[in-house]
């Protein structure tokens, strides 16, 4: 089984501009997570969807958004990029339940200049 | 409030020795579940092992088991017979059931773990 996938793997933007990630989860996963990763705040919960819809939404400003599409791929976009900004973003995907683990992508190594 | 503690920053360990990665959480909720996770130096986190609030015994998969005493709210992974690619990053996280947590994973801040030969 294909695990979950992440593109592109690695990005460089200014300020200012917006960006746009993808994350492809397991096959029969329909719960897609994403975390934020930086040295100074750890990992850091940005959203989750499921069918579709968010479900979760962590303590991220509204410039952080993502949907979900009918094949449970999911991206998020990042608009009017700071430098803070700059981190790992991972994605992962599960199946529904609260006690399923999380399967963790490659991620997305986001560079702000 | 949920919650994470991981209070060893960074630990060596000799290789074919055992270790003891220690994790707190904090939870309001009677149902949880306690993950433990590795991240390599290459990024990727990598699933080890779980304990749901309500399973009686510790839980095992291959080296790693983990130490799960509830009333302690304490949840620490053992790693027996290190070996030198168990050097990386580890995480522990939960999940709650209350709400429908659904994929809310709180994280610690983790043990970077060096096994030295």
């Known amino acids: 089984k294909a695990g979950v996938t992440q593109t592109p793997r690695y990005l460089i933007k200014t300020r200012g501009q917006q960006v746009t990630l993808s994350c492809s989860p397991i096959?029969?996963?329909?719960?897609v997570s994403w975390y934020q990763q930086t040295p100074g705040q750890g990992l850091q919960f940005l959203f989750e969807?499921?069918?579709?819809?968010?479900?979760n939404k962590g303590n991220f400003p509204g410039r952080f958004s993502g949907r979900q599409f009918s094949n449970s791929r999911s991206e998020m976009n990042v608009s009017t990029l700071e430098l803070g900004d700059s981190a790992l973003y991972l994605c992962?995907?599960?199946?529904?339940?609260?006690?399923?683990?999380?399967?963790f992508g490659p991620g997305t190594r986001l560079t702000v200049l | 409030a949920q919650k994470i503690t991981q209070t060893q920053p960074g630990m060596f360990v000799q290789e074919k020795e055992a270790v003891t990665l220690d994790c707190t959480y904090d939870?309001?909720?009677?149902?949880?579940?306690l993950f433990w996770y590795k991240q390599p130096s290459s990024g990727e986190m990598i699933f080890l092992i779980y304990?749901?609030?309500?399973?009686?015994q510790n839980a095992t998969e291959g080296r790693y088991s983990l130490n799960f005493q509830k009333a302690r709210k304490s949840a620490n992974l053992v790693i027996s017979a290190s070996q030198l690619g168990d050097s990386a990053m580890y995480f522990c996280?939960?999940?709650?059931?209350?709400?429908?947590?659904?994929?809310?994973?709180?994280f610690g801040q983790g043990t970077e773990l060096s096994v030295k030969p």
């Open positions: 304990q749901g609030s309500y399973d009686e």
């Open positions: 096959s029969g996963h329909r719960s």
């Open positions: 992962a995907s599960s199946l529904d339940n609260w006690y399923n683990e999380q399967f």
């Open positions: 969807y499921f069918s579709e819809t968010q479900r």
């Open positions: 939870t309001s909720d009677q149902s949880y579940g």
């Open positions: 996280a939960m999940r709650e059931a209350f709400y429908n947590q659904g994929g809310k994973l709180i």
